[in-house]
């Protein structure tokens, strides 16, 4: 079993940016793809980027593609979703996640989760 704990959410202008980080648990998170979702109040919750294992590949959500990068760290078994020129719309609870399946945008597919961390960003 594999525990994430997010952190780095805040409020924020439009413009801004922040960092996400997601801390996991155990040795094994060199063996799991990594994603970063999101939901806002009332919606689904909607995939944003992923990671491979080795973090040579990566996958965005077209809403977000140019402005947010996802990075990993295997040796500190952590991931990170650096988010640039925030926009209102991208207000919303982050959560991580790692799939054992291929990387990709199906929510179905992530095993473990994490509790989420909120981001508000201001007009």
């Known amino acids: 079993q594999v525990q994430l704990v997010e952190s780095g959410g805040g409020l924020v202008q439009a413009g801004g940016s922040l960092r996400l980080s997601c801390a996991a648990s155990?040795?094994?998170?060199?063996?799991?793809?990594m994603g970063w979702f999101r939901q806002a109040p009332g919606k689904e919750r909607e995939f944003v980027a992923a990671?491979?294992?080795?973090?040579?590949?990566?996958l965005y959500a077209e809403s977000v593609k140019g402005r947010f990068t996802i990075s990993r760290d295997n040796a500190k078994s952590t991931a990170y979703l650096q988010m640039n020129s925030l926009k209102p719309e991208d207000t919303a609870a982050y959560f991580c996640?790692?799939?054992?399946?291929?990387?990709?945008?199906?929510?179905?597919?992530?095993?473990?989760w994490g509790q989420g961390t909120q981001v508000t960003v201001s007009s």
């Open positions: 155990g040795r094994t998170f060199n063996t799991y793809n």
């Open positions: 996640a790692v799939s054992s399946f291929s990387i990709g945008d199906n929510r179905a597919r992530y095993d473990y």
């Open positions: 990671i491979t294992r080795s973090g040579v590949t990566t």
